[in-house]
């Protein structure tokens, strides 16, 4: 559905579309309906940038992100992304708008990794790549030593819309790790995640990321969030925590279980064993259920009670 208002919204706004000399187009803004998924009002692009898609353009999400400039938005069409390319990926200091056509149910990227093939998500790692955004992507089966899904280092980007499930970290942050870096999740769903020590993040350096509107549920390993020192706290608001092996609203999030709209309740997945992140018609995440009267995770209702 997405995909289809998107091709009609560009399709409406031809006149205002100019071809760059790598296939690429630049917009002056183009505004998609949402779906099941917290898309709901996006712009698709942000205003006067080059779009660059994948596969359409560049073969693969590396590629994209390699042919684009700072400012640049590089949009990946649905589908299971996976091997070289689609895994392991660095930004180059880059600061872009990386997004999805159609949200995190429909555009997956799957590491596949195991303990012979260590392999992860994103690695965000210099400073210039704090305006960075990653916007509307399933994050799974990632294997390696620590932040798996996405490791931080200096910098503080946004990342909304995203599942990250069932990723393994050896040593630390099964999801992510943040090293003097603060980035913010919104209407993110962490889910499965698992390691011995921050099963789903492990802060040190001096971070602070923050949590708007998520779900961190059903981890296994260590403390759900492990800040190694005292600069490192965490700040959740209308999140909920749910679940957990390692326990829930536990040491440097203690003092945040009741405060800011956040929970611990039973996110009512319509079926999580499977892989299915939607939201039951009774889940406290929906927005009508909770006092924050906002969507809490990536994905919105999909099935009901």
């Keep these: 559905m997405r995909s289809l208002l998107l091709i009609l919204a560009v399709a409406s706004i031809a006149a205002l579309l100019m071809c760059s000399g790598d296939g690429s187009e630049q917009i002056t803004g183009v505004t998609a309906g949402g779906d099941d998924d917290n898309h709901n009002g996006d712009s698709l692009p942000p205003p006067a940038t080059v779009v660059i898609r994948v596969p359409a353009d560049q073969p693969t999400i590396q590629a994209g992100i390699d042919s ?20 392991d990926i660095e930004f180059g200091g880059r600061s872009i708008v990386l ?40 994050i799974r089966g990632g294997y390696h030593s620590q932040g798996v899904a996405i490791n931080f280092r200096s910098a503080g980007p946004l990342i909304k819309n995203c599942v990250l499930a069932d990723n393994v970290g050896m040593i ?107 939201l039951q018609s009774a889940s406290p995440c929906v927005a009508e259920n909770n006092s924050c009267n906002v969507t809490i995770g990536a994905l919105g209702t999909g099935c009901s009670q």
């Design 68 to 87: 684009a400039s700072v400012g640049d938005t590089v949009l990946v069409a649905d589908g299971v992304y996976t091997d070289d390319g689609n895994r």
């Design 99 to 138: 997004m999805s056509e159609d949200g995190a149910s429909h555009t997956i990227i799957d590491c596949g990794g195991d303990p012979l093939n260590l392999h992860a998500g994103f690695n965000v790692s210099m400073a210039s790549e704090s305006l960075l955004v990653i916007d509307g992507f399933t």
């Design 172 to 278: 630390s942050g099964g999801a992510i790790r943040c090293k003097s870096a603060s980035p913010t999740f919104e209407n993110c769903t962490f889910v499965g995640n698992s390691a011995p020590t921050g099963a789903i993040a492990y802060l040190l350096g001096g971070s602070s990321p923050r949590f708007i509107n998520c779900i961190l549920a059903y981890s296994t390993g260590g403390d759900i969030i492990e800040c190694s020192g005292n600069d490192d706290l965490p700040d959740l608001d209308c999140s909920n925590i749910y679940s957990n092996e390692g326990g829930d609203w536990i040491g440097c999030l203690t003092n945040l279980s009741s405060i800011q709209g956040n929970m611990s309740a039973d996110p009512l997945f319509c079926d999580w064993g499977a892989g299915d992140y939607h």
